[in-house]
């Protein structure tokens, strides 16, 4: 025996066609078999939204039952929103010539909605490039990349490289940067002490 389903989304039982543009419901249709489970889900998202309110909408699962349709409301409180994003503080490191230097970064979702954002590298001399292009991160969430950086085997002693690590929300056009400096050194460097002439 199954059963057939069908999904909803309305602010009132009655206007179950009305668009809710902060919800948004995946599957909304599907057949279950006696005593088995789908997993759904069920999205909130605040970026369409521009004034703090509390939302509410209800789901509304048709089935061919007798339990007739199944009324599950759904609430919301949400906030202006504040998108925000931190990045790791500043980096300095040290590398041979012809070799790569890692450097591990974090980046954070302090805002209030979910973004998605994008990895840049500038300002740099030596070639470099970055684990991540793009990240999709929700409120209070981190992601850890690396950029690494290639010291050309040209470099002479001290020769330095910078980098600024930009992020930017694709969304709201947030931006934050983590500034890498790289120096260029050699394995051993032997300092003689002078000595007088006789």
Same mark, same amino acid.
């Given at each position: 025996m199954t059963t057939t389903f069908a999904i909803s989304v309305g602010s009132t039982p009655v206007h179950d066609s009305e668009e809710i543009p902060w919800l948004s419901v995946s599957p909304l249709t599907g057949t279950l078999a006696t005593n088995t489970s789908l997993a759904g889900e069920v999205i909130l998202s605040a970026i369409s939204l521009t004034q703090t309110n509390l939302y509410h909408a209800n789901l509304m699962v048709e089935n061919d039952t007798p339990y007739g349709t199944i009324l599950l409301p759904i609430t919301m409180l949400t906030g %202006?929103?504040?998108?925000? +994003?931190?990045?790791?503080?500043? &980096? /300095?490191?040290?590398?041979?010539?012809?070799?790569? *230097?890692? =450097?591990?970064?974090?980046?954070?979702?302090?805002?209030?909605?979910?973004?998605?954002?994008?990895?840049?590298?500038?300002?740099?001399?030596?070639?470099?490039?970055?684990s991540v292009t793009t990240?999709?991160?929700? %409120?209070?969430?981190?992601? +850890?990349?690396?950029?690494?950086? &290639? /010291?050309?085997?040209?470099?002479?002693?001290?020769? *330095?490289? =910078?980098?600024?690590?930009?992020?930017?929300?694709?969304?709201?056009?947030?931006?934050?940067?983590?500034?890498?400096?790289?120096?260029?050194?050699?394995?051993?460097?032997?300092?003689?002490?002078?000595?007088?002439?006789?």
């Open positions: %202006p929103p504040a998108p925000s +994003v931190t990045s790791s503080p500043d &980096h /300095i490191g040290f590398g041979m010539p012809g070799t790569l *230097v890692t =450097y591990t970064l974090i980046m954070t979702n302090t805002g209030n909605v979910p973004d998605e954002f994008s990895v840049a590298l500038q300002n740099n001399t030596w070639e470099n490039v970055a990240v999709f991160l929700n %409120p209070g969430t981190q992601a +850890v990349f690396q950029v690494f950086i &290639h /010291i050309p085997s040209t470099a002479r002693y001290l020769d *330095v490289d =910078y980098t600024f690590v930009v992020i930017t929300g694709l969304h709201s056009e947030v931006s934050t940067s983590t500034l890498l400096t790289t120096f260029a050194r050699f394995p051993y460097l032997q300092f003689l002490p002078m000595l007088p002439k006789k």
